[in-house]
């Protein structure tokens, strides 16, 4: 059985960081795009980043980039993501995802991502 188990939510203060973890088991996901996304209450769930199988990552070009970094360890199947300079409007669920296909991380393709983690919570006070 496939999963994705994240970890490494929590509250922090804004100003500081935290990094996420995500857990990849029942096959080897080396040759997957693994990304993270987020749901804050009551918006659209949104796009973070995603890294290829090569370790090319991309980024939401939005307030996003440039303090959150994605970083993978195929032999750990375990894909990270480290957020700095955390602000309150970073609240959200934090979702982990995984497909075969980069193509499922664009925009209004996201349905098409075969395996979605239950989610960590990340709350940042102000």
């Known amino acids: 059985q496939v999963q994705l188990v994240e970890s490494g939510g929590g509250l922090v203060q804004a100003g500081g960081s935290l990094r996420l973890s995500c857990a990849a088991s029942?096959?080897?996901?080396?040759?997957?795009?693994m990304g993270w996304f987020r749901q804050a209450p009551g918006k659209e769930r949104e796009f973070v980043a995603a890294?290829?199988?090569?370790?090319?990552?991309?980024y939401s070009g939005d307030s996003m980039k440039g303090r959150f970094t994605i970083a993978r360890e195929n032999a750990k199947n375990t894909v990270y993501l480290q957020m700095n300079s955390l602000k309150p409007e970073d609240t959200a669920v934090y979702y982990c995802?995984?497909?075969?296909?980069?193509?499922?991380?664009?925009?209004?393709?996201?349905?098409?991502?075969?395996?979605w983690g239950q989610g960590t919570q990340v709350t940042v006070s102000s």
């Open positions: 890294i290829s199988w090569s370790g090319g990552p991309t």
């Open positions: 995802a995984a497909d075969s296909s980069s193509l499922s991380f664009y925009r209004y393709r996201w349905h098409l991502i075969s395996y």
């Open positions: 029942g096959r080897t996901f080396s040759n997957y795009t």
